[in-house]
């Protein structure tokens, strides 16, 4: 089993290297315990392809298997702590940004309340393609992710999906003067008519980036970017400060700015906030709280200034 893992290892990492940092052991120890995997199976597992190796056949045929055997390893595991009175163990999370600030301090808060110390989490703030890497890699018990509805998104092997919420998009444009207290307006707007704006929009190769060039193209015409910028309270800034005008998820906005005026989508747009786990990771009782939790937590919330620190890092569940 153990170098079975490794081997899973690999096919999660891609390198030799990466693979031995991940696991903190040394690459020629990776190398030897592979080479050991291969005489045991009699097969060849990897193959050179340039400088780099890559699985044979008989290398994606083990992998496939190893995937549901250490499911089947962590479901005992998750059986075994199931028969103790009490939910105990750490739970490392990944979430976007967003959810960090939305959903996080609501679940923390209750799930520290009624399991106190006995429950650990740790989380880590992590881009929703990111996240689903780091749960297929066991890096993580349970990814927050998100998938807009015309960009959706693919789950790795092995995982399963929990809907959450779903979130709308708006469509944030400067008030009629700069004091103008930041509101919801109920109209929606048509975003052909925002064609001649400049816009301020999410970095390249970010989904919200993707979703912005998606829905300005269905509604006949490519944004002029004139800035990009992550940081949605600095993207708000900027509208009331009349630069440009924006598209965000709504969960992103915690607090509306003097300036800033919210407007629904006459074409809506929504993304699926959803956690993804592993199969077998549901069955062990503190993944399970957790994912409990959460589902009050997207509740809707009054939009606060306050801000939550988080602390980082943490063993995994059973270890």
């Known amino acids: 089993m153990r170098r079975l893992r490794l081997l899973h290892s690999l096919?999660?990492?891609?390198?030799?290297?990466?693979?031995?940092?991940?696991?903190?052991?040394?690459?020629?120890?990776?190398?030897?315990?592979?080479?050991?995997?291969?005489?045991?199976?009699?097969?060849?597992?990897?193959e050179r392809d340039g400088r780099k190796l890559r699985l044979t056949e008989a290398g994606r045929v083990l992998v496939a298997h190893a995937e549901v055997l250490l499911d089947q390893m962590a479901a005992a595991e998750a059986d075994l702590v199931a028969l103790r009175a009490e939910v105990s163990g750490?739970?490392?999370?990944?979430?976007?940004?967003?959810?960090?600030?939305?959903?996080?301090?609501?679940?923390?808060?209750?799930?520290?309340?009624?399991?106190?110390a006995r429950l650990q989490l740790r989380l880590t703030e992590m881009d929703p393609s990111d996240g689903l890497t780091a749960l297929?890699?066991?890096?993580?018990?349970?990814?927050?992710?998100?998938?807009?509805?015309?960009?959706?998104?693919?789950l790795p092997p092995g995982c399963e999906r929990h809907e959450l919420?779903?979130?709308?998009v708006v469509a944030a444009l400067p008030g009629q003067t700069a004091a103008h207290?930041?509101?919801?307006?109920?109209?929606?707007?048509?975003?052909?008519t925002l064609a001649d704006r400049a816009w301020i929009s999410a970095p390249h190769r970010t989904t919200?980036?993707?979703?912005?060039?998606?829905?300005?193209?269905?509604?006949?015409?490519?944004p002029r970017i004139v800035a990009e910028c992550g940081d949605f309270p600095a993207v708000l800034a900027m509208v009331a400060a009349g630069i440009g005008v924006s598209l965000m998820p709504r969960m992103a906005v915690r607090?509306?700015?003097?300036?800033?005026?919210?407007?629904?989508?006459?074409?809506?747009?929504?993304?699926?906030?959803?956690?993804?786990?592993?199969?077998?990771?549901?069955?062990?009782?503190?993944?399970?709280?957790?994912?409990?939790?959460?589902?009050?937590?997207?509740?809707?919330?009054?939009?606060?200034k306050s801000q939550v620190t988080i602390a980082l890092g943490g063993a995994p569940v059973g270890q």
């Not at 207290?181 to 052909?192: I, Q, R, S, Y």
Request: contains cysteine; hydrophobic residues 45%.
């Open 165 to 168: 919420a779903t979130d709308p």
């Open 90 to 116: 750490t739970v490392r999370i990944a979430a976007f940004p967003s959810a960090v600030a939305a959903l996080m301090p609501r679940a923390w808060t209750a799930l520290t309340a009624r399991h106190g």
């Open 255 to 304: 607090h509306i700015p003097p300036g800033v005026v919210l407007h629904p989508l006459a074409a809506p747009v929504t993304r699926s906030v959803f956690a993804a786990t592993r199969r077998s990771g549901t069955q062990h009782p503190a993944v399970q709280v957790v994912l409990d939790e959460l589902l009050p937590a997207t509740a809707p919330a009054k939009p606060t």
């Open 11 to 46: 096919a999660c990492y891609g390198t030799v290297s990466a693979t031995a940092e991940a696991l903190q052991l040394t690459a020629p120890a990776v190398s030897q315990q592979l080479t050991a995997l291969e005489r045991e199976v009699g097969h060849r597992l990897l």
């Open 208 to 222: 919200c980036y993707d979703m912005s060039q998606r829905a300005c193209g269905n509604a006949g015409f490519v």
């Open 136 to 154: 297929r890699r066991g890096e993580v018990e349970l990814t927050i992710a998100h998938a807009y509805d015309f960009l959706p998104a693919t």
């Open 181 to 192: 207290e930041g509101a919801e307006a109920t109209e929606p707007v048509d975003l052909a």
